[in-house]
C-alpha cells in the first residue's frame, strides 16, 4: 500500500531494523521479513513477541505519531499492548454492517476496561459510490459507526466511503491522499487526521494501565 513491497528493512550493527520509509511515513511489518506467499502459522505468544521486537527493536526516527494497525478482536495482540506498550489511544474502525458492529463494540469495551483512552470511531465502507455514474447507495446499512460513537460517548471522526479508487490506489502503491490529495477522499481521511491529533492535544499523557484481575 506505500509501494514499498520489494523492500527489506536493513539491519544496524546493534541489531536493530531500519523502518522502511514510504511516502514520507516510516513503517515495519512482519510482512518485510517473510516471502509474502509464506503463510505465518503462528501461536498467540510467537504473535506478541514479534510485536514487541518491531516496536523495541525498530531504529524509529523522529515520529510524531505511532499507528499500529490491529486485527479486528480481543485477542493476544491487544491484551499484549494493553500490558506492555504505552498506548496514548485507539481508535475504532467499523462498517455500518450490525455483524461488524458487534466485534468493534466488543474491542471498543476491551480498550476501556484496560483503561486506553478511546479517540474515535471511523465508519468504513459508509456509502458504496458507482464509478459509473456517481449513484451513492448505503449497501451496508446507514449510520451504524455514528450510532455507535454516540452510545459509547466518543468521538465519531468520520465515514469513509466504498470506492474503487481506494482500492486501486492502494493495490498500486500511492495512496489516494498522495495520489490526488486536493480531492474528497482526501479531504476525508485528512479531516479524520486532524481529530484525531486535536483529541491527543486535548488529553493528558496517559499510560495504559491494566487492571488487576482477582480469582
Given at each position: 500500500m506505500l509501494g514499498v513491497a520489494k523492500l527489506r528493512p536493513e539491519q544496524t550493527n546493534e541489531g536493530k531494523l531500519l523502518p522502511i520509509l514510504g511516502h514520507g511515513m516510516q513503517s515495519m511489518s512482519i510482512g518485510y521479513l517473510v516471502d509474502e506467499e509464506n503463510?505465518?502459522?503462528?501461536?498467540?505468544?510467537?504473535?506478541?513477541?514479534?510485536?514487541e521486537q518491531m516496536l523495541r527493536d525498530t531504529l524509529w526516527r523522529g515520529v510524531d505519531y505511532?499507528?499500529?494497525?490491529?486485527?479486528?478482536?480481543?485477542?493476544?495482540t491487544q491484551l499484549t499492548l494493553s500490558q506492555k506498550i504505552p498506548v496514548s489511544g485507539s481508535i475504532i474502525v467499523?462498517?455500518?454492517?450490525?455483524?461488524?458492529?458487534?466485534?468493534?463494540?466488543?474491542?471498543?469495551?476491551?480498550?476501556?476496561?484496560?483503561?486506553?483512552?478511546?479517540?474515535?470511531?471511523?465508519?468504513?465502507?459508509?456509502?458504496?459510490?458507482?464509478?459509473?455514474c456517481?449513484?451513492?447507495?448505503?449497501?451496508?446499512?446507514?449510520?451504524?459507526?455514528e450510532s455507535m460513537a454516540k452510545d459509547a460517548n466518543v468521538n465519531f471522526?468520520?465515514?469513509?466511503?466504498?470506492?474503487?479508487?481506494?482500492?486501486?490506489?492502494?493495490?498500486?502503491?500511492?495512496?489516494?491522499?498522495?495520489k490526488d490529495p486536493d480531492g474528497r477522499i482526501a479531504q476525508i481521511y485528512k479531516e479524520i487526521a486532524k481529530k484525531?491529533?486535536?483529541?491527543?492535544?486535548?488529553?493528558?499523557?496517559?499510560?495504559?494501565?491494566?487492571?488487576?484481575?482477582?480469582?
Open positions: 503463510p505465518m502459522i503462528w501461536r498467540g505468544p510467537m504473535v506478541t513477541q514479534a510485536l505511532m499507528i499500529i494497525d490491529l486485527p479486528p478482536g480481543t485477542g493476544d467499523t462498517t455500518p454492517q450490525d455483524i461488524a458492529l458487534l466485534d468493534a463494540k466488543k474491542g471498543l469495551k476491551m480498550f476501556e476496561k484496560v483503561n486506553i483512552p478511546i479517540l474515535g470511531v471511523v465508519e468504513n465502507m459508509s456509502l458504496h459510490i458507482c464509478s459509473k456517481g449513484h451513492e447507495e448505503a449497501i451496508f446499512g446507514v449510520g451504524g459507526g471522526l468520520g465515514a469513509l466511503p466504498l470506492e474503487i479508487n481506494i482500492r486501486t490506489d492502494g493495490d498500486e502503491g500511492t495512496p489516494t491522499v498522495v484525531v491529533s486535536a483529541k491527543l492535544t486535548q488529553q493528558e499523557k496517559t499510560l495504559s494501565s491494566f487492571p488487576s484481575i482477582s480469582y
